[in-house]
C-alpha cells in the first residue's frame, strides 16, 4: 500500500496536531505572568516615589521653604505619567506581536489581580492598570473583560482605624487642646501653644453649644496624619457624641515667631472650603488612602468621594470615582443631557445633565472671532492650571478620553450644536454618543446669571468677591484673559472661582 503523500513541510518529530497551538496558549500565559507582573512593579514604582515626595512636605513646611513645596507639588503631579511613560513603551517591546491580543490582555488582567489581591491600596492598583490598557488598547467605552471595572453599590471605610489618635477630656478642654497640639511633633516650637489651645478650647465650646445644645461630647478622634498644602499645615479629626460627629480642622502656620494655630474650624461648610475643588491637592502621608477618605468622609458626607481622593492629591483615582459615579447615576436616571445654562463659549461647548451636578466641557473644531488660540494652546491652559496654586479660585478639571453614551440620553438640540461645532470630537452614531475627549468640572452657578436672578444682597455680594477673586487671583500670578463675569461662576459656599 503506498504511503499517503502530504504537502508543505514535515512536522519535527514529536509535534503531534493541535501542538503549535499549545505551544502559543503556553506562551501567551507565560507573557501574561510576565506582563502583570512588570506592570505591579511599575505601580510600586510610582506610589513609591509619589509617597517620597509627599513625605517632604513635613520638612518643607517646618524650613519655611514654600517655593521648594511648590516643586514637589508639580513634581508629584508628573510621577504617574513618567512611570505609565516608560512602561508602556517596556510592554509594547515585550509583547510585540501579542501586544493587542484580548485573550493575553484577559489574562493579563487575572494575574495582576492575584497580585494585587491583598494589598491595602488595591484600588489605586487597579485604576493604574486600567490607565495602561487604555493606553496599550485605545478602548473606547468600557470593556469589562480587560479592565477593573464595578458600578455597582460600594462602600468606604469607617475611618475607625489605627491611622486615629483618640482623646478624651480628662481635666480641662484647654489641656486636652494642648494635648493634641503636643502630640504632632514639629521641629520648631509652637510661638504659644497655651494660648493656642486655650483659643481653641473657647471656640469649640461655643460651636458645640449652638450646634448640639451642649458642650459635652464623648471623645476628640485625630488623624495622625498631617495635610500639608502650600504655607500652611492642616490638623483634621472630628468631635463624637455617641453617633455624631462634627469636624475639627485647626490650620498651622510657621511664622518668624514660631508655629501658630491660625483658626479653629468646626462646621461641616468651612471643612469642605478647606477639602474644596478650587484648592491645590493636599500632601498628606496616607499608609491606606482608603481608610484616610472614610475618615473625611464622615466629616463632609456631602462631598463625593471622587474628590476626596482628589484632594490628597490621587487625581486619577479619583477621576475613575468621579467616573463610575456618572454612570451609576446614568443607570437610576432617566433626565437627558443638555445644553448647559449661561452664555455659549467661544472655545469650549458645555452640556450637562440637570441631576447630576457636573458639566462636561468639549474643546470646539473652531474658535469664535476674535479667539485666535489652537486646540493645543487649549489643553496647555488646562495643563497650567493643573499644575498651578488654584488659591481657591480656579476650578479643578479632569480629562477624559473615549468615552461612549447612549444616544437617547442627549437632547436634540445638544446633539444638533455637538455635530455642528465638535464633529471632530464627538461621533454620533444610531445608538451612541461618542466622545474622543472631554473635562468634567463641578456645575457652578453662572456669575451673570447669578446676578441676574438672586436678591440684590445676594449679587453684591458675589460681585465684590468678583473682585476679590481677580486680586487672588493676581496674587498668585494668574491674569485670566477675559475678565467677562460670564467666564466666573459662584459654589453652594457663595465663592466666586474662575472656570
Request: charged residues 25%; contains cysteine; proline residues 3%.
Amino acid at each position: 500500500m503506498n504511503e499517503p503523500q502530504h504537502s508543505g513541510t514535515a512536522q519535527p518529530a514529536g509535534n503531534a496536531p493541535g501542538e503549535g497551538a499549545a505551544l502559543q496558549q503556553s506562551k501567551i500565559r507565560q507573557l501574561a505572568r510576565t506582563a502583570a507582573a512588570a506592570i505591579h512593579e511599575a505601580f510600586d514604582d510610582y506610589h513609591s516615589e509619589f509617597k517620597a515626595v509627599t513625605r517632604r512636605a513635613q520638612e518643607r513646611f517646618e524650613r519655611r521653604e514654600w517655593s521648594k513645596w511648590q516643586d514637589d507639588a508639580v513634581e508629584r503631579l508628573e510621577i504617574r505619567e513618567q512611570v505609565l511613560h516608560r512602561l508602556v513603551a517596556g510592554l509594547r517591546i515585550m509583547l510585540d506581536g501579542y501586544a493587542d491580543n484580548h485573550g493575553l490582555w484577559v489574562g493579563i488582567k487575572e494575574a495582576y489581580a492575584r497580585l494585587i489581591n491583598q494589598r491595602r491600596d488595591v484600588e489605586l492598583a487597579e485604576t493604574f492598570y486600567n490607565s495602561v490598557t487604555r493606553r496599550m488598547l485605545t478602548t473606547v467605552g468600557v470593556d469589562q473583560s480587560l479592565e477593573f471595572v464595578w458600578f455597582g453599590a460600594t462602600t468606604i471605610p469607617t475611618g475607625n482605624t489605627p491611622v486615629l489618635r483618640i482623646y478624651i477630656q480628662v481635666s480641662t478642654l484647654d489641656a486636652m487642646i494642648e494635648a493634641i497640639l503636643r502630640d504632632y511633633a514639629f521641629a520648631v516650637p509652637y510661638r504659644d501653644l497655651e494660648g493656642d489651645a486655650s483659643r481653641v478650647a473657647r471656640v469649640m465650646e461655643g460651636y458645640l453649644c449652638c450646634f448640639w445644645d451642649t458642650s459635652d461630647f464623648d471623645a476628640v478622634e485625630m488623624l495622625r496624619s498631617v495635610f500639608y498644602r502650600n504655607k500652611g499645615a492642616y490638623l483634621v479629626g472630628r468631635v463624637r457624641k455617641r453617633n455624631r460627629v462634627i469636624p475639627i480642622i485647626l490650620p498651622l502656620l510657621n511664622t518668624d515667631a514660631g508655629i501658630v494655630v491660625d483658626a479653629a474650624l468646626f462646621s461641616e461648610e468651612e471643612a469642605s472650603v478647606v477639602f474644596s475643588f478650587t484648592r491645590s491637592y493636599f500632601h498628606v502621608d496616607a499608609e491606606i488612602p482608603g481608610d484616610l477618605v472614610g475618615f473625611l468622609k464622615s466629616i463632609l458626607p456631602l462631598k463625593p468621594v471622587a474628590e476626596l481622593y482628589i484632594a490628597i492629591g490621587y487625581n486619577k483615582h479619583g477621576k475613575t470615582e468621579r467616573y463610575r459615579a456618572l454612570y451609576r447615576h446614568l443607570d437610576n436616571s432617566n433626565d437627558k443631557f443638555e445644553i448647559a445654562r449661561g452664555a455659549k463659549g467661544m472655545v469650549m461647548t458645555v452640556f450637562t445633565l440637570p441631576s447630576y451636578d457636573m458639566v462636561f466641557k468639549i474643546i470646539k473644531d473652531r474658535f469664535a472671532y476674535p479667539k485666535t488660540s489652537t486646540r493645543a494652546q487649549v489643553m496647555d491652559r488646562y495643563r497650567l492650571v493643573f499644575k498651578h496654586d488654584r488659591v481657591g479660585r480656579m476650578v479643578d478639571a479632569q480629562e477624559f478620553e473615549g468615552l461612549s453614551f447612549s444616544r437617547d440620553r442627549f437632547q436634540p438640540d445638544l446633539l444638533a450644536e455637538l455635530q455642528e461645532v465638535a464633529a471632530n470630537t464627538v461621533t454620533i452614531t444610531d445608538d451612541e454618543v461618542i466622545i474622543k475627549h472631554l473635562y468634567t468640572e463641578r456645575r457652578l452657578y453662572p456669575l451673570d446669571l447669578f446676578i441676574k436672578e438672586m436678591s440684590f444682597e445676594k449679587s453684591k455680594a458675589a460681585i465684590v468677591d468678583y473682585g476679590n477673586a481677580i486680586a487672588d487671583l493676581a496674587a498668585a500670578n494668574i491674569f485670566p484673559g477675559d475678565l467677562f463675569i460670564k467666564n466666573f461662576g459662584v459654589t453652594r459656599h457663595g465663592r466666586v472661582v474662575f472656570y
